[in-house]
């Protein structure tokens, strides 16, 4: 079964439109232990979605994890790895982090408890939740 994610960019360095227009990219650059667990964790055709970090703080897009965990080539260290995903679409609209943060469903969220951490597992719940606000 398919799991849940949530994967955060700074759109200065690479946004979800740039994943939009490259079709898929490598998602590398990470290098936090708690964030390479749950890389390690992802697979082939989990469901993703990019949180726009820096200035935006937002949930902006639908992805999918296109390749299983695998060594980043550009490091050479077998601890780094990353993987492959493939831009689906943008959300109806931006979930902003303050939003986020008001709604109590998100309380145990990652997102909410760990801010800094750059990829993360969502709940089902969590997901659903995402989604709804996206489409209000």
């Not at 390479?36 to 469901?47: N, P, S």
């Not at 979605?49 to 060594?71: E, F, W």
């Not at 943060?101 to 597992?121: G, H």
Request: proline share 7%; hydrophobic share 45%; net charge positive.
């Amino acid at each position: 079964m398919a799991k849940h994610w949530l994967v955060k960019s700074d759109p200065d360095h690479y946004s979800f439109d740039d994943l939009v227009r490259d079709g898929k990219a490598a998602w590398d650059g990470v290098t936090n232990t708690t964030a390479l667990i749950h890389i390690r964790a992802m697979r082939k055709g989990d469901d993703v979605i990019v949180y726009a970090s820096g200035d935006v703080k937002a949930a902006v897009g639908l992805a999918t994890v296109a390749r299983d965990p695998y060594p980043d080539p550009k490091v050479g260290d077998p601890k780094i790895v990353i993987v492959d995903i493939s831009a689906k679409k943008a959300l109806p609209r931006p979930v902003t982090l303050a939003e986020i943060k008001a709604d109590p469903a998100f309380r145990d969220c990652d997102l909410v408890r760990i801010s800094r951490l750059s990829v993360m597992p969502l709940t089902d719940a969590h997901w659903r939740r995402l989604l709804a606000q996206a489409s209000k």
